[in-house]
């Protein structure tokens, strides 16, 4: 199976040429182009290989929600994948396991794929893997409450393994350490009640020196990239290595 690399934008580029310019690209199979809000359409209209993302989405479909967006109206612009639960927006927007339990569920619904993210930060993973397995698992059984495989297909789910310590540092987490987590995950989503087999990818300070590490375990499944992907060239490199696999 092909590995997905998906590229997270977050709040950039700053204007719409060059957004049109990055997606062009970055228009190979196998990635997912997340880019904010405003620049979907235009990225829609440019993409022809790589799927379409949105970096985050609301649980209610309609009303007075203000600078909100629904999953529904998401999906009628061609948005095929949703970020829910970027630690960004867990930290600095106080998101809860709740609020991101009803988004997630609220974009299934939908039809769109969940890239749900998890992962520990610098203080858990301190006090050891054990630690950080056991917040991993506290926050999927939150963030998936209600989902199971009779109710969704399994690729309708991504879970995205981000250690926080990780992001835009450029210090990535060791690739076996990241192999023991998505072994873990798996495990943990494969059993009752969930009974899911979701791709699992890595993502944290992700680039084209380091992502074949990562790859050449059959157990990380893809990645989820932030600042390498803003760079068109360094991206491509990301991409030609993950078809390798
Ligand atoms: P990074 O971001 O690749 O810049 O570390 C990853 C992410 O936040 O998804």
């Known amino acids: 199976m092909r590995k ?28 997912v182009i997340a880019p904010p809000y405003v620049f979907i359409p235009a ?42 639960g970027h630690s960004e927006r867990r930290r600095r927007l106080s998101e809860t396991d709740e609020m991101i339990n009803k988004k997630l569920l609220a974009s299934l619904k939908s039809g769109l794929k969940v890239i749900l993210c998890v992962g520990e930060d610098k203080s858990i993973r301190k006090k050891g893997f054990s630690a950080a397995k056991n917040f991993v698992r506290n926050q999927l059984k939150k963030n998936l409450r209600g989902v199971k495989s009779s109710v969704i297909s399994h690729r309708s789910l991504v879970i995205a393994y981000e250690p926080i310590w990780a992001i835009g540092t450029g210090r990535p987490a060791r690739p076996r350490d990241a192999v023991l987590m998505h072994a873990f995950i798996k495990k943990f989503l494969a059993s009752k009640p969930y009974v899911l087999r979701p791709r699992i990818v890595y993502g944290g300070s992700v680039n084209s020196g380091n992502i074949g590490s990562f790859l050449a375990n059959p157990e990380v499944e893809g990645a989820l990239v932030g600042g390498a992907s803003l760079n068109a060239s360094e991206f491509r490199k990301i991409l030609k290595i993950a078809a390798g696999y």
């Open 4 to 31: 997905l690399i998906i590229a997270n934008w977050k709040m950039n580029p700053g204007g719409i040429k060059e957004a049109v310019k990055l997606a062009g690209a970055s228009d190979f199979k196998g990635a």
């Open 43 to 84: 990225v829609k209209a440019v993409l022809k290989k790589a799927a379409l993302g949105a970096q985050d989405a609301f649980w209610e479909e309609s009303g007075a929600y203000t600078g909100e967006i629904s999953p529904g109206t998401l999906k009628k612009m061609g948005v095929g994948y949703v970020v829910i």
